[in-house]
């Protein structure tokens, strides 16, 4: 979907395509050839109580009762089964690709208005819950709806006076199945958050063993385990008989129902309206009604139940196509990169209640080398966002101008992430600059088998890998947090050296807490007590 979908069409649960409209069909295929397979047996039973058969005759019909016997099974695996369920893991699949695309393309005030448990809903639970919930309507439900068409189709071919009775089984059929299956859905939603808190704490016992042990620890957390087991295996229980009641309802139902056309074909085959091969076919017929009707209701119910992840993406999906509001700052001067003027603000909230971090003016101008220096927790990492795009822009009372190239710049920022691979995967997509590599001496990095564990990558390393993927990168801004930061004593003489060789052709701002760059800056700024001024 495009960043401009509206939310009204963002996710739509009901979107037939013509591969869609032939698996409906599919779905529907084994039912019709059941009918089939009950006419067969219609005409075989007239044939033999006419003694019209000849034993060759019979033995065909049993051998063409057979085959459609076996077709319907073939096609209830293959097309009523296989396929939609294959269909049905590609949407999930798509769908989730979408909500991770949307969550890329959230502007940041719109990502930090959810936390992360949220957003990995929407993209794992929601968005394959949506894929099963438009296949299940598009496919399933309209396949479902075609095979009990054709089955009343079927029964007025025997004799409409079928009809009537055919309708009141369904719905007898409709109502001892949804009702369950609403609740077992209910209880499965319900039973989610008590599942991903059990998921949860396996989770934090796998991974904090060690803490656990060094503290003496191990009742504690073997307690909070436990406790939450028992939540959800409770909350388990109730939805498993919730489930076996919509199973088990409409079966102890279907013999009654199945003794009441039985007894309707046996009254038509008595005053001579239909043979009593045809009314072996209608009570075959009437036991095929259940299956379709059952597993409508069910799928229609887990759709209701599953609203909410419906909700959830589209809500994902408005977000997603919000402006991030740093269109309305662009640079208007050609020889403009970036100018901030005002106070910045790390909360939303203002005066007393909010939390200001400095006042001030910034500006860098094409090829520039620019340093901010300051203590910790003073904003300067703020600031970087802030040209980058990457905060909100009313965390700025006052003005700014950015342009294009500082929204687009190359970026050194923490953490600094790893991905399980090579150092090639850890480029993200773009090759190593072979100078940058050589400044920073990667070591055996080229050759190691990288993972996101401590014990593999020391502080050093992954200062390197970050590094060496922001000045690897073609974009003529560079903004970098800390460049230095864990780095030998070497690495950061090459490094600056580096960095001043790049003045004119790139333009690079620089976090510092040295003056290892001072000689080459071009502008120096410093955050001291609440002020973002310039020094030199």
């Known amino acids: 979907m495009t960043k401009g979908t509206s939310r009204g069409k963002a996710y739509p649960l009901f979107a037939p395509t013509p591969r869609r409209v032939a698996l409906a069909l599919g779905v529907a295929s084994g039912t019709v050839l059941s009918a089939g397979a009950a006419y067969v047996l219609g005409g075989l039973v007239d044939g033999i109580a006419s003694g019209a058969l000849a034993p060759g005759e019979t033995v065909a019909r049993l051998a063409a009762y057979l085959a459609v016997t076996l077709a319907a099974a073939l096609a209830k695996f293959l097309l009523d089964d296989w396929l939609p369920m294959r269909e049905n893991l590609w949407a999930e699949l798509d769908a989730s690709k979408d909500a991770v695309d949307k969550v890329l393309a959230l502007s940041q005030r719109a990502f930090e208005r959810h936390d992360a448990g949220h957003l990995l809903t929407a993209v794992n639970e929601a968005a394959f819950g949506y894929g099963s919930m438009l296949v299940y309507l598009t496919v399933n439900v309209v396949g479902c709806l075609i095979a009990s068409v054709a089955l009343l189709a079927c029964a007025a071919a025997i004799d409409v006076v079928l009809v009537p009775v055919f309708l009141v089984g369904f719905a007898l059929y409709f109502v001892v199945n949804w009702a369950p299956a609403r609740e077992a859905s209910r209880l499965l939603v319900e039973m989610v958050p008590a599942r991903d808190a059990w998921k949860e704490e396996i989770r934090r016992v796998v991974e904090e063993k060690r803490a656990a042990n060094a503290s003496g620890a191990e009742g504690f957390y073997a307690e909070r385990f436990a406790g939450c087991a028992r939540e959800y295996q409770a909350r388990r229980c109730r939805q498993g008989v919730a489930d076996c009641v919509q199973t088990a309802l409409p079966t102890a139902i279907s013999p009654a129902l199945q003794v009441v056309v039985l007894a309707v074909c046996a009254a038509l085959w008595s005053t001579g309206a239909v043979t009593l091969g045809a009314a072996v076919a209608a009570w075959q017929l009437f036991s095929l009604v259940q299956a379709p009707m059952a597993e409508c209701c069910s799928l229609v119910s887990f759709c209701v139940a599953m609203r909410g992840n419906l909700d959830l993406l589209r809500e994902l999906a408005a977000e997603a196509a919000e402006p991030s509001g740093f269109e309305a700052l662009a640079a208007g001067e050609k020889d403009l990169v970036a100018r901030v003027d005002g106070t910045l603000w790390a909360t939303p909230e203002r005066g007393e209640d909010g939390k200001r971090l400095w006042a001030g003016s910034f500006d860098v101008r094409p090829g520039e080398l620019v340093v901010v220096r300051g203590a910790n927790g003073t904003g300067k990492s703020r600031l970087l966002d802030f040209l980058r795009g990457l905060s909100d822009p009313a965390d700025l009372d006052g003005e700014a101008q950015l342009s294009s190239q500082a929204l687009g710049a190359a970026y050194l920022t923490y953490p600094v992430p790893v991905v399980p691979g090579t150092l090639g995967d850890n480029l993200l ?47 003529p801004v560079v903004l970098l947090d800390e460049p230095l930061a864990n780095l030998d004593e ?47």
Do not use: F, W
């Open 490 to 536: 070497g690495a950061r003489s090459r490094l600056c050296s580096y960095l001043a060789g790049l003045r004119g052709s790139r333009t690079m701002v620089a976090i510092m807490h040295s003056d290892d760059l001072d000689a080459a800056a071009d502008r120096i700024y410093e955050v001291r007590d609440g002020r973002l001024e310039r020094v030199r």
């Open 429 to 475: 997509g773009q090759a190593a600059g072979p100078e940058v590599a050589r400044v920073l001496d990667l070591g055996d990095l080229p050759e190691r088998a990288i993972t996101d564990q401590p014990l593999n990558l020391s502080l050093g390393e992954r200062q390197k890998l970050g590094l060496l993927r922001a000045l690897s990168r073609p974009e």
